[in-house]
Nanobody
């Protein structure tokens, strides 16, 4: 089984940038696709983006053009570069993984503990 640990959250002003990272350890075959999700207070968890082992990407409409996902397969890490941040991006961000090399497959089996991102206006 794979374990996921996120880092890089924090407080930033609107219009600023943050970079989140997620390190996967353990059985790498369980992290063929890695995704990012977020959950704001009082709201349901929502999909942010995903990247497959073959480096295909997929993004939620709300973050397209502002967020970029990348991964280093050799290090089994994935990053989420967030630019032009808005107050509505404030949430706990979670890294997740599943063993299928397809960014449209949504049955994520493994989750990190989350990292807080707060965007002030």
């Amino acid at each position: 089984q794979v374990q996921l640990v996120e880092s890089g959250g924090g407080l930033v002003q609107a219009g600023g940038s943050l970079r989140l990272s997620c390190a996967a350890s353990g059985r790498t075959s369980d992290s063929r696709t890695m995704g990012w999700f977020r959950q704001a207070p009082g709201k349901e968890r929502e999909f942010v983006g995903a990247i497959s082992w073959s480096l295909s990407t997929r993004y939620a409409d709300s973050v397209k053009g502002r967020f970029t996902i990348s991964r280093d397969n050799a290090k089994n890490t994935v990053s989420l570069q967030m630019n032009s941040l808005k107050p509505e991006d404030t949430a706990i961000y979670f890294c997740a993984a599943h063993p299928v090399n397809n960014v449209y497959y949504s049955n994520y089996k493994t989750w990190g503990q989350g990292t807080q991102v707060t965007v002030s206006s």
